[in-house]
């Protein structure tokens, strides 16, 4: 099997076409054989519209399963790079210069910053008309055609996603993650989370970070289950999802996970018939108090994650239970090899502090 997006997803759907893939509000539900008819003719689309192999593609779309959708197909025929749609023009300005992209794709239904900037500087506005009669993350796209360099869908080693990354320690970086990357990279939360078929995602992570779009959704789509996509993090609405959508697990930053453990007294009755499997955590160091708060309110096991966005996310996590887990470790490697090293690059003995380095796929 080709190590693509689009090759991971039509594995899945052989699992079966008429599985449920995402889920959206309002009950609707896009099988298997729904989202890659979706991704097959956006792919198309883009080709007409001028956009193929090498191309670098914005988007700034709310976060839904029209924006999921979006930029999984734009990965399969280009270069995605999602932005939040709630940045100022100031920030957008300096995404789009740094990104320089062939066209910025925005939600038809209001207006955006990143039109008028991207008109601005003379590049392309594709509009994305959601078509809500129909399954979750069915839309179109409408735009100027022209002809593209290269069409067709993406092979492994071009770049799927190029992600702005969270800025921790300096401002925001872009980020280029291969197919092979990303598939390895969410294959790796699969091992980890054990995900199969039968699990579902609550996805209340931000979709312009691999939190949400690698972790949350492509890791159930490369495992054959279902992902429901929220407009984001509400910290009401993340309980009535919860009733809604009967996930099986959910990724969310320690900050998220410490905001839902303050508010779940105010729902008793949902948390008591919440049927999660695992919950992943990451960001920043959860804590063996939270952890153990997160667990004895959801009856499951919060794993603990360490990553970067360079990094196709996962590098070490916690394993999952019967596996041995130590609250205050971040747990072991998936997928990659992690050392610790001094100044030279010299790999340091156990117990040593000094710089982590990684590698792997």
């Given at each position: 099997?080709?190590?693509?997006?689009?090759?991971?997803?039509?594995?899945?759907?052989?699992?079966?076409w008429?599985?449920?893939?995402?889920?959206?509000?309002?009950?609707r539900l896009q099988t298997y054989a729904g989202l890659i008819g979706q991704i097959e003719s956006t792919v198309a689309t883009l080709n007409a519209l001028g956009i193929g192999r090498g191309d670098r593609v914005a988007l700034a779309l709310p976060n839904g399963p029209d924006a999921a959708v979006c930029s999984i197909s734009v990965a399969c025929a280009a270069?995605?790079?999602?932005?939040?749609p709630a940045s100022t023009p100031a920030e957008f300005r300096n995404y789009l210069t740094r990104i320089n992209p062939k066209a910025v794709i925005v939600d038809d239904r209001k207006e955006s910053h990143a039109a008028s900037i991207a008109?601005?500087?003379?590049?392309?506005?594709?509009?994305?008309?959601s078509e809500p009669d129909k399954p979750a993350g069915t839309f179109r796209l409408e735009g100027t055609p022209q002809t593209a360099s290269h069409t067709g869908f993406a092979e492994p080693d071009d770049v799927a996603l190029l992600v702005l990354t969270s800025g921790s320690t300096s401002r925001p970086k872009l980020a280029p993650l291969t197919h092979r990357n990303v598939t390895s990279g969410?294959?790796?939360?699969?091992?980890q989370l054990g995900l199969t078929d039968k699990d579902r995602c609550l996805c209340v992570a931000a979709l312009f970070y691999t939190q949400?779009?690698?972790?949350?959704?492509?890791?159930?789509?490369?495992?054959?289950?279902?992902?429901?996509?929220?407009?984001?993090?509400?910290?009401?609405?993340?309980?009535?999802w919860l009733d809604e959508f009967q996930p099986t697990w959910y990724a969310a930053p320690t900050a998220l996970q410490q905001s839902i453990v303050a508010r779940a007294a105010q729902y008793p009755e949902i948390v008591a018939r919440a049927n999660l499997r695992v919950i992943r955590s990451s960001s920043a160091h959860a804590g063996s108090d939270l952890i153990e708060k997160v667990e004895k309110l959801f009856r499951a096991p919060m794993l603990d994650s360490?990553?970067?966005?360079?990094?196709?996310?996962?590098?070490?996590?916690?394993?999952?239970?019967?596996?041995?887990?130590?609250?205050g470790s971040v747990g072991i490697a998936f997928g990659c090899e992690i050392g610790i090293a001094d100044e030279l690059g010299r790999l340091l003995p156990v117990g040593a502090t000094g710089e982590v380095l990684v590698r792997g796929p």
């Amino acid at each position: 099997m080709s190590q693509t997006i689009y090759s991971y997803i039509r594995a899945s759907a052989g699992l079966s076409w008429l599985q449920p893939a995402l889920l959206g509000e309002e009950s609707r539900l896009q099988t298997y054989a729904g989202l890659i008819g979706q991704i097959e003719s956006t792919v198309a689309t883009l080709n007409a519209l001028g956009i193929g192999r090498g191309d670098r593609v914005a988007l700034a779309l709310p976060n839904g399963p029209d924006a999921a959708v979006c930029s999984i197909s734009v990965a399969c025929a280009a270069t995605s790079a999602p932005l939040n749609p709630a940045s100022t023009p100031a920030e957008f300005r300096n995404y789009l210069t740094r990104i320089n992209p062939k066209a910025v794709i925005v939600d038809d239904r209001k207006e955006s910053h990143a039109a008028s900037i991207a008109k601005g500087l003379g590049i392309a506005v594709i509009r994305l008309v959601s078509e809500p009669d129909k399954p979750a993350g069915t839309f179109r796209l409408e735009g100027t055609p022209q002809t593209a360099s290269h069409t067709g869908f993406a092979e492994p080693d071009d770049v799927a996603l190029l992600v702005l990354t969270s800025g921790s320690t300096s401002r925001p970086k872009l980020a280029p993650l291969t197919h092979r990357n990303v598939t390895s990279g969410a294959m790796n939360n699969v091992v980890q989370l054990g995900l199969t078929d039968k699990d579902r995602c609550l996805c209340v992570a931000a979709l312009f970070y691999t939190q949400g779009i690698l972790v949350s959704v492509l890791s159930s789509l490369f495992a054959g289950g279902s992902v429901a996509c929220t407009p984001g993090y509400d910290p009401v609405r993340f309980f009535e999802w919860l009733d809604e959508f009967q996930p099986t697990w959910y990724a969310a930053p320690t900050a998220l996970q410490q905001s839902i453990v303050a508010r779940a007294a105010q729902y008793p009755e949902i948390v008591a018939r919440a049927n999660l499997r695992v919950i992943r955590s990451s960001s920043a160091h959860a804590g063996s108090d939270l952890i153990e708060k997160v667990e004895k309110l959801f009856r499951a096991p919060m794993l603990d994650s360490y990553g970067l966005t360079e990094t196709s996310s996962t590098i070490v996590g916690e394993p999952l239970p019967p596996a041995r887990r130590k609250h205050g470790s971040v747990g072991i490697a998936f997928g990659c090899e992690i050392g610790i090293a001094d100044e030279l690059g010299r790999l340091l003995p156990v117990g040593a502090t000094g710089e982590v380095l990684v590698r792997g796929p």
